[in-house]
């Protein structure tokens, strides 16, 4: 983890190293289970050519900015890079809106302190795979810091980590499917079979009660890679 305040001594860490899979057989359900451990960093007093830099030479957009203990107090983003080329040829109007007249002053910022959104948009680690999604939907950004009870910097997510629990193969989805949730269905057993294609379950069989479809199809979207879920019940 990046924590040197100095924007030079953190290029110099490695970038891309993702968690570690989960146990064999059971899926990603929180962020610590999908997200980057080794993170590009700057510190506040990081100056303007030094942040652009190394967002270049990563190939990030967006990098966080941390104090000296770990604690991220903002993110710079490439837009917020770009506030000084966007107001070279002149400020915007009083009559502007406040967004635009608050980007002017970013643009004669010359550290990640005053170039940097603040407070940060984050998510803790054992935060659920939905939650960061919605939290990225609802801010319309593309990764999120992620951090720990005090705000400490852990690791970083990004919309294609989220994404991954859909490349898990049909089988493996399947299996998961039969071993945890339907074993929580009262009296479910080998008359119900679970098929996966392409993401899709589709529960064949008899249910001991008619009414349990809807519990079971909960159920199911609760497994990580589970596209939609059809049933064929006799």
Do not use: C
């Amino acid at each position: 983890m990046a924590h040197d305040a100095d924007v030079r001594d953190q290029a110099r860490r490695p970038v891309g190293a993702h968690g570690q899979d989960p146990e064999a057989g059971a899926s990603p359900r929180t962020v610590g289970d999908v997200m980057t451990h080794a993170v590009i960093a700057v510190g506040r007093q990081a100056a303007f050519k030094d942040v652009t830099r190394n967002m270049q030479e990563w190939r990030v957009s967006a990098v966080p900015v941390l104090e000296a203990d770990g604690r991220v107090i903002g993110v710079v983003s490439e837009a917020d890079l770009l506030a000084m080329e966007e107001y070279r040829d002149g400020a915007p109007g009083l009559n502007e809106p406040r967004e635009r007249r608050e980007r002017l002053l970013k643009s004669g910022a010359r550290t990640a302190g005053d170039l940097m959104s603040s407070p940060a948009v984050s998510v803790r680690e054992d935060a659920r795979l939905t939650e960061a999604a919605r939290i990225m939907a609802r801010k319309q950004v593309k990764r999120l810091p992620v951090v720990d009870g005090e705000g400490r910097l852990t690791g970083i997510v990004s919309r294609g980590d989220l994404l991954k629990v859909f490349l898990r193969e049909d089988e493996e989805i399947a299996e998961e499917i039969r071993r945890d949730a339907l074993a929580l269905l009262p009296g479910a057993g080998a008359e119900i079979r679970v098929e996966v294609e392409k993401g899709v379950a589709t529960v064949r069989g008899r249910l001991p009660d008619p009414s349990l479809a809807p519990v079971a199809a909960r159920l199911i979207h609760s497994v990580a890679g589970v596209v939609d879920v059809r049933f064929d019940l006799g």
